[in-house]
């Protein structure tokens, strides 16, 4: 299929439905995979699909899937912020070895705000805060690169920031957690929807 430079996502998944006839456009994303196939990233519907292909590492590809993530933020339905202690590794510069271990940290998600404490330990007052991202300044990706990585759990997403060449890891105890959390994030980078 051929993609001119102004063509959305919304515009090259209507496409690939109608020239393959599936069923239901509206069940349809497409999603940048990434990390030999174990990391993804949904596309927003009005995200030119050229500019996304420009900045492609040696073995990402597009797939259009169904849409699991907009059943899954169906299901939890939307909350505006989320704490708890997180499991996280922090990577600079492209290195997804930088930091040798996983660690806890307490992260807290508020008015579009991640904000990473140094440890485990719920600050009252924010003096041990070691980072805050904004979720509009970031990619999310679902999953990782398990054999780099060495995820002490299969949950996981990773946040990419579009000018910084870093990306903080998170892991999960359980599915429902990570969904919750990506959720929530997507809701506020997207409160239009996908």
Not at 115 to 127: C, T
Not at 128 to 140: G, K
Request: aromatic share 10%.
């Amino acid at each position: 299929m051929k993609v001119a430079a102004e063509m959305s996502s919304d515009k090259v998944v209507s496409e690939c439905v109608r020239n393959k006839k599936l069923s239901g456009s509206s069940r349809w994303r497409l999603f940048q995979v990434t990390d030999d196939g174990d990391s993804e990233r949904i596309l927003h519907s009005s995200e030119k699909v050229l500019n996304v292909y420009m900045g492609f590492a040696e073995n990402d590809y597009l797939c259009l899937k169904e849409n699991y993530i907009l059943r899954r933020m169906t299901e939890i339905g939307q909350c505006l912020t989320r704490a708890g202690v997180l499991t996280m590794k922090d990577c600079r510069g492209g290195q997804k070895r930088q930091s040798k271990t996983w660690k806890k940290h307490y992260c807290t998600f508020r008015d579009g705000w991640i904000i990473i404490n140094k440890d485990a330990k719920q600050s009252l007052k924010g003096s041990t805060e070691a980072a805050r991202w904004h979720i509009a300044d970031c990619n999310l990706y679902i999953g990782m690169d398990q054999k780099k990585l060495l995820p002490p759990t299969r949950y996981g997403f990773h946040l990419k920031h579009k000018s910084e060449d870093s990306a903080k890891y998170f892991c999960f105890e359980d599915e429902g957690e990570m969904y919750r959390w990506i959720c929530l994030l997507l809701h506020t980078k997207y409160p239009e929807g996908l």
